[in-house]
C-alpha cells in the first residue's frame, strides 16, 4: 500500500488510537465473560452423555447443550460465543461457586443439600429413575421384577442399591465404569437391565449402534428435576427461567426432545413434563 507521506503522521497516531482501543475492549470482554455478561459465556456439560451432553471432536451434542444454546440465546449469547466445559458430577458445586463455569446444564438434579452451595434456574426437565432392559424382553415391567436377576449401574451411582434396598433385595449388581459398558453388558446378555435416569438411558438407546437392541421400560420410580445451576450470588435465574418456558411455549422443547433420544422410542413422563420453572429463591 502506497501513502503520501503528509498523511503518515496522522495515519499512525490513528492506527495507535485503535489499538488501544482494542486492547482495552479485549480486557473489558475478558473480565464480564467471567461473570456471564460480556461477549462469551461458559457453560458446564457433560461430555460422555450420548443424547444429552456428549462431545465428539470439536462437536457438542444432546438434549442439554441444545437446551443450554436456547436459553443462551434469550440471554444474548451467539451460539459462538458459548464455551463448553466439562463438568464432572462431583465437581459441579465447585466449579460454579469457583467461577469456573457460569452456568451449568448437565442432568444436574435440584437437591436441597446442593441448594446451600449453589442456586438453581428450573427445572427444564423432570426425569425419573428407569430401567433399559433388551428391546424382546417383556418379563421386566418395573424394578419388582428384578428379584434374582442381573443389574448393571456404573461404579459410585445409588441406583442400583436403591432397587435391591427398596424393590428386590435378591437383585445381583454389577457395577461398570460406564453407562456404555452397561450397555454392552446388556446386549451381550451378562445382565437383564440397566438402571439410572430414564432420559439418561433413552440417550444410550438411541445411539445408532443400540438402536433396536434395547428399550426403556417406562415405569419410572423416583422423580429427578433437572435445573440449571448457577452461582448463589448469580441475578440470572428470573431471566434464565423465562428462556425456559418460553422454550416450552413455542414448541422448541418438544422438537429438542425428539431430536436427540426420540428413536429410542422413549415419551417423557407428561405427567411432570413439560415441566413449569420452580419460583427463583
Known amino acids: 500500500m502506497t ?20 486492547c482495552s475492549s479485549d480486557d473489558d470482554s475478558g473480565d464480564d465473560s467471567s461473570s456471564g455478561s460480556g461477549d462469551s459465556i461458559k457453560i458446564g456439560i457433560k461430555f460422555d452423555q450420548p443424547g444429552l451432553g456428549y462431545k465428539d471432536g470439536d462437536t457438542y451434542t444432546g438434549f442439554d447443550v441444545d437446551v443450554a444454546t436456547y436459553v ?3 440471554l444474548g449469547y451467539d451460539a459462538d460465543k458459548i464455551e463448553w466445559v466439562q463438568a464432572p458430577s462431583a465437581n459441579r458445586e465447585n466449579m460454579l461457586s469457583g467461577g469456573q463455569v ?3 446444564f448437565a442432568t444436574y438434579s ?13 427445572p427444564y426437565f423432570v426425569a425419573g429413575q428407569d430401567l433399559l432392559v433388551a428391546a424382546d424382553d417383556t418379563s421386566i415391567t418395573g424394578p419388582e421384577d428384578l428379584e434374582g436377576k442381573n443389574l448393571c449401574s456404573v461404579t459410585g451411582s445409588t441406583s442400583a442399591q436403591r ?8 437383585t445381583q449388581l454389577l457395577e461398570q465404569p460406564g453407562y456404555a459398558e452397561c450397555v454392552t453388558a446388556l446386549t451381550a446378555g451378562q445382565v437383564d437391565a440397566v438402571t439410572t435416569d430414564d432420559i439418561i438411558l433413552a440417550g444410550l438407546a438411541a ?7 434395547v428399550k426403556v421400560v417406562g415405569n419410572p420410580f423416583s422423580e429427578e428435576n433437572y435445573g440449571v445451576g448457577i452461582p448463589k ?3 440470572k435465574c428470573e431471566d434464565i427461567n423465562t428462556a425456559i418456558q418460553a422454550m416450552v411455549d413455542d414448541g422448541t422443547w418438544q422438537k429438542l ?20 420453572p420452580a419460583a427463583c429463591a
Open 3 to 22: 501513502m503520501r507521506r503528509g498523511l503518515l503522521a496522522p495515519a499512525l497516531l490513528a492506527s495507535a488510537a485503535l489499538a488501544l482501543a482494542g
Open 72 to 74: 443462551a440465546g434469550k
Open 102 to 104: 457460569d452456568m451449568i
Open 110 to 122: 435440584i437437591t436441597d443439600d446442593r441448594k446451600k452451595v449453589v442456586s438453581f434456574a428450573g
Open 163 to 170: 432397587i435391591k434396598d427398596d424393590y428386590a433385595s435378591g
Open 207 to 213: 445411539l445408532p449402534a443400540n438402536e433396536g437392541k
Open 233 to 235: 450470588d448469580s441475578d
Open 257 to 276: 426432545l425428539d431430536k436427540n433420544v426420540g428413536a429410542s422410542g422413549y415419551k417423557a413422563n407428561e405427567k411432570l413434563n413439560p415441566p413449569k
